[in-house]
Structures are given as structure tokens and as C-alpha cells.
């Protein structure tokens, strides 16, 4: 009895299973396939076996994409040799083509038909993989009815099969990896494509379900240090009490616990992981196979992954990298979505909880010295003292001031000063036109002059009544005559008192003409100023007479000079939406540089105060008003 090679045993069993007969196959052919060492070995002689098998073939040929091209090659034929076999070009283009099994008779131009009437039949089929064209199967035989010719075409689909096996193990690792970048990507699409964590993980879950050809998906999150199903494969709603739903959670924890990927039947023997859990898991749900895997993100778990496959089928090591890499991409995404759907409470409580690990776990020198800073500016802040200042707005006025106005209404004929020109006493700051004064005084001095001589001519006449009459024109007349030479001595404007022009330019005003009574300049005096600070009505209450401060000129920022309160007065000024009050300081020491006008900002020491409290206290007062106003 001679002994058969075992592998052409077990190569002849998987093809009965395929559909391929060995009952009509040689020997030879069996072991040729079997010993097949390169893609154009293993493709000859399966030609072979499939021609024997569907019978009464007289051509044939196989077509397989070139590698890294999108071109079509013959790698194997049917007989051997050389031989025209264009004929075959058709159908096995039409197969691509169409994508599907092709049946053409075949009529040969220039030849008589066979002896038996009955043209010759072609066939076609394509080879796919993973959906995509990859190659195409060509026979020409014989003629037969149409059942047969069914058979011969379901011989041809079963044994295309192992060409899909040929192409799957020598696939371009490449190629293979850009399709499971691809098939991930679509996986994550998934799981970012709604709103909701418990939505988008439905729609991951399942489509998982459905690509990887597992029976069930489960998708669990961490809450503290239970794992809680978030969403089943092909169920939006599920019950979590469920017998087998605890089951799939206990598995998961189990992977969570020891941060590794769980296979259970393992892939290898010997595998430093529990599986207790799944095996329960098994026999619960009565699966093949199931796997889990833990989902991190920054480094700690979050959730697991919780794969199933039916009884018969097992996780191959392709299929778990594949786990392994979404694991990896949707670890970070569910912790994104989780934190997401978190309220205030739950999300500040998360944040300090992640600040204490690294304050008091390893690693983390930066933060650890943060804190310490922190600390100690806290304490210092929480038990140092400083001064209270209460900072304002201050304007430098002169301590006396003069305000010179037109005597009468005229012109401007001569102002050679204007503001900021320092005077003395008595000199001529400008001077108006008085052209018309001085005819008035003429005029009004010739009525003197005559009503004086006709009242002497009425006395000398001893008439009573016209002497008085005269009299009194004539006092009339020199009242006004003595106005109008008032008016001629003020039309010079002179300084009042030594000091600064702080307001009033007439240069630009020669020949205009002016009102009585009008401003035309303001002069201060230079041997005195006072300070008028405008404080907010939040601090006015923390200021006394008799307080000391300093203030800085926005002419000179880094020169302080020191100032005493000397009146407070209770009328506010509104200013910009805010209430402010007039105070009024005297300013100690030399103050020669500070002109009326100057602007800047007053401070006014008030007493010694804890630091928090003065860096807190608008704050806490704003807070404790607010209170105050709602609280019944």
C-alpha cells in the first residue's frame, strides 16, 4: 500500500471543501500545488486541478494585477506551451470589466461550425480581494447544456478561492498596511461623526462589528474603578443587568487591570495574562473566541474594547494589530467626548484630581516647584503687611489765583504774553484799543468845560433855579468823564501778582473784539500750590485730614513729591460713570519744578494693612454689596 505526502492530503480535503474534485485530478498536480514555492508554481498547477475538475477545457489562462502597476499579466496557462490564446483576451477582460462570472459561445470567423452543431463555450471570472479587482480566470470548453454549464461556472467561483488565499498571503506589505490605515481610518470616522459619546460609540462599535466579521462589539468606559458598558454592537438600547452584558464588563476588567490585551483561546500558549474572566465570557455567550482591549489615554485607561467571533472562528495576529491600533486612536477620542459631556462639578473635581498626581506622584519636577512657589507666595501673601495707599487722580492748581476781565466792550490792540509766561506784579500782560475812550473824554471835558461856565453866568444872574439845573448836568458830566478816564487806566491789563499765566492767548485775537466782563486771563501765583486729588467714592470713606501721600507728574513720571491732606469736601463730581470726590492737599517741601495744570496720580497713605486684604478688598467689598442687595 504506498503512502500519500501529508500536505497533499490535507490539500485535497480543503479542496473537496472548495469544490474541487480530486477524483479528476493527477497526482502530480496535487503535488505540485502542494509544493508550490512562488505565486507562478502555485497558479500552474491549480490551472490544472481546476480544468480537470470542470472538465472538457481546451484553453485556459490565469491573469493577475502586476505589482505596483494597475496592468493585468498571464502568469499561468493551460495546456503549457506556446500557443494563440488571444482568443481568450474577451471574456477575461469583460470579467474585469463587469466585475463578475462571464459566459460567451464561441464562434470562430472563417471556420465551419463543429460536427455536433453546438458551439464552444468561454468563461470568465474575477478575482477579488477585500472588494478590489486583482485578477481574472479565463476557460474555453466544450460544449454543454445549461445545467452543466452552471456547474462548471459554481467549479470555477469555488475554486477561485484559492487564488484570494494566494494574493492574501503574498500581499504587499505595504499595500496591506496602507488597507488597515484605511479600514481604521473609516473606524474612527465613525466614532467622531456625532455629537454624543453614547451615539458615536453605537455607531464605532457596530461598524467594528461589521468590518472585522465579529459577532459582537462592546464598548466600556471607566468610572472610578468599575467598568460601565457605554454602547453594544446592533443595540441602541441595551439592559445592563443582563447576565451576559456583566459578563462582557467582568472581561473588560479584567483587561483593565492588568493593562494588557486579553485573548481568549490565546494565540500562543504560555501568555503572561489571566483570561479567567473571558473564559466565563465564552461560555456565557457560547463565541468562539473574544478579545479585549484596554483603552489609554496620556497614559492611563479609560475604557476597554470588547471583541466577539462566533463558534469555529479565531482572532488572527493581522485582525489583533488592527485591534490594537484603534484601541490606541480611540482611547484619546473617548476621554475627549467623555470629558465633553462632563458638568462643572464633575470636570473641576477631574482637573484636581489630575493636578494632585503630579503634585505628589513621580515625576513632574516643574510642577512640584510651581507649587512650592505658589505655597510660599501664598503664605507670604496670607501673613506680609504693607501700606494702604489710596490712589487718584490730582491735578497741581495754584494756592492763589487771579482772573484779569475786559474792563468794557472793545478791541484787542496788543497781547505780547500768553499762558504758561511767568509776570510780575504791575507788568503789562496786554492792552486794548481805547481810541474811542479817549474821544469820549474829550468830548465829555468840553461839556465840563461849558456847563461849568454857564453855571457860574446863572449864579452871577442870581438865577436860582437854572444854577441848579446846570449843577447837576455838570456833576453828570464829570461822574462820566471820571468812568471813561477809569476805563482808559484799566485798558492796560497788568499782573495782579507775580506768578504764571495759566490760561488766556490774545495773540491770535489782535482787532477781535471783546465783551465786558469776558476772562481774558487767569495768572497763579508762583510762591504757593495746592493739590486737588479726585477719589472714588469706594475710598473716600479710608481718607482723614492730616493724611500724608506722594504724587507723580505725567511730566515727570519717576519723581515723586510728598503732600498733606488739608480739606476734604462732601460734594461728589460724576465722572465717566463714576462718583468722585474733591480733596484738597498742600504740597510739603520744594515744589519749584510743578506748574499749575500738571496732571498725574495722587496716593494717599493711609495705615499699615495684611497684604491679601489689600489686594482683595475691591473685590471682597464689591462681593459683600452685592450680597447685601439680594439677601432679604
Known amino acids: 500500500m504506498s503512502s500519500v505526502n501529508p500536505e497533499v492530503q490535507e490539500t485535497r480535503r480543503l479542496a473537496s471543501v472548495a469544490g474541487l474534485a480530486p477524483r479528476r485530478s493527477s497526482g502530480e498536480a496535487w503535488a505540485r500545488f502542494a509544493q508550490a514555492q512562488s505565486p507562478e508554481e502555485f497558479c500552474a498547477s491549480w490551472l490544472v486541478i481546476q480544468c480537470e475538475a470542470v472538465g472538457g477545457v481546451s484553453d485556459g489562462v490565469v491573469l493577475l494585477q502586476a505589482p505596483g502597476s494597475s496592468e493585468f499579466v498571464p502568469v499561468a496557462f493551460f495546456p503549457e506551451g506556446a500557443r494563440d490564446r488571444t482568443h481568450l483576451a474577451e471574456v477575461s ?238 482611547g484619546p477620542i473617548v476621554e475627549l467626548k467623555r470629558r465633553g459631556e462632563e458638568n462643572l462639578a464633575v470636570h473641576s473635581a477631574h482637573t484636581a484630581k489630575r493636578f494632585w498626581q503630579k503634585l505628589a506622584g513621580p515625576g513632574y519636577p516643574g510642577w512640584k516647584l510651581a507649587a512650592v512657589g505658589c505655597a510660599a507666595a501664598a503664605a507670604f501673601i496670607a501673613f506680609a503687611t504693607g501700606t494702604f495707599r489710596v490712589s487718584a487722580d490730582m491735578i497741581v492748581e495754584g494756592s492763589v489765583q487771579r482772573a484779569i476781565t475786559a474792563p468794557f466792550n472793545g478791541y484787542v490792540k496788543e497781547a505780547p504774553l500768553r499762558a504758561g509766561d511767568i509776570v510780575r506784579a504791575g507788568q503789562e500782560i496786554g492792552r486794548l484799543d481805547d481810541r474811542d475812550l479817549q474821544l469820549e473824554k474829550i468830548k465829555l471835558a468840553s461839556q465840563r468845560e461849558q456847563l461849568s461856565r454857564q453855571h457860574r453866568e446863572a449864579m452871577a444872574k442870581h438865577e436860582r433855579a437854572q444854577s441848579e439845573i446846570l449843577g447837576a448836568q455838570l456833576e453828570q458830566t464829570q461822574a462820566q468823564l471820571a468812568l471813561v478816564e477809569e476805563q482808559l487806566a484799566r485798558a492796560a491789563m497788568l499782573a495782579p501778582l507775580d506768578g504764571i499765566i495759566v490760561s488766556g492767548d490774545l495773540s491770535q485775537l489782535r482787532g477781535s473784539p471783546i465783551e465786558r466782563g469776558q476772562v481774558l486771563f487767569e495768572l497763579a501765583a508762583l510762591d504757593g500750590y495746592r493739590v486737588v486729588l479726585r477719589v472714588d467714592e469706594r475710598d473716600i470713606a479710608h481718607v482723614v485730614v492730616g493724611q500724608r501721600g506722594e504724587l507723580a507728574v505725567t511730566a515727570m513720571p519717576g519723581e515723586t513729591f510728598p503732600f498733606t491732606v488739608t480739606s476734604i469736601v462732601p460734594v461728589n463730581l460724576a465722572q465717566e460713570g463714576r462718583n468722585l470726590f474733591r480733596v484738597e492737599a498742600r504740597l510739603d517741601g520744594d515744589s519749584g519744578r510743578l506748574r499749575p495744570g500738571m496732571s498725574g496720580v495722587g496716593k494717599i497713605h493711609i495705615e499699615e494693612r495684611n497684604l491679601a486684604w489689600i489686594w482683595t478688598r475691591t473685590a471682597t467689598d464689591w462681593v459683600r454689596l452685592k450680597l447685601w442687595a439680594h439677601l432679604p
Not at 496591506?176 to 454624543?196: E, F, I, N, T, V
Not at 457605554?230 to 443595540?235: D, K, L, Y
Request: glycine letters at 10%; proline letters at 5%; hydrophobic letters at 45%.
Open 93 to 330: 477582460e469583460r470579467a474585469l470589466k463587469e466585475g463578475r462570472g462571464v459566459v460567451l459561445p464561441r464562434e470562430v470567423p472563417g471556420q465551419a461550425a463543429p460536427a455536433s452543431g453546438q458551439p464552444r463555450y468561454q468563461l470568465g471570472y474575477p478575482i477579488r480581494v477585500d472588494g478590489s479587482l486583482r485578477g481574472a480566470v479565463g476557460l474555453e470548453m466544450d460544449w454543454r447544456g445549461e445545467p452543466q454549464l452552471q456547474v462548471a461556472m459554481r467549479e470555477l467561483q469555488w475554486g477561485a478561492g484559492w487564488l484570494e488565499v494566494l494574493l492574501r498571503r503574498h500581499a504587499d506589505p505595504a499595500e496591506a498596511a496602507q488597507l488597515r490605515l484605511k479600514l481604521a481610518l473609516d473606524l474612527m470616522g465613525r466614532l467622531l461623526g456625532q455629537r454624543s459619546l453614547r451615539d458615536s460609540a453605537g455607531a464605532f462599535v457596530t461598524e467594528v462589528a461589521t468590518r472585522l466579521d465579529c459577532d459582537r462589539v462592546a464598548l466600556g468606559i471607566l468610572k472610578g474603578r468599575r467598568i460601565k458598558l457605554c454602547a453594544v454592537s446592533h443595540s441602541a438600547q441595551f439592559d445592563e443587568r443582563a447576565n451576559l452584558l456583566r459578563a462582557i464588563e467582568a472581561a473588560m476588567e479584567e483587561s483593565v487591570d492588568q493593562t494588557e490585551t486579553v485573548v481568549s483561546p490565546p494565540p500562543r500558549e504560555n501568555l503572561p495574562v489571566v483570561a479567567h474572566a473571558h473564559e466565563l465570557l465564552l461560555r456565557e455567550s457560547g463565541a468562539g473566541s473574544a478579545v479585549t482591549f484596554p483603552l489609554l489615554s496620556d497614559g492611563e485607561v479609560v475604557g476597554a474594547l470588547s471583541l466577539e467571533r462566533a463558534a469555529g472562528y479565531r482572532f488572527d495576529a493581522q485582525t489583533l494589530e488592527l485591534g490594537e491600533a484603534l484601541a490606541a486612536v480611540a
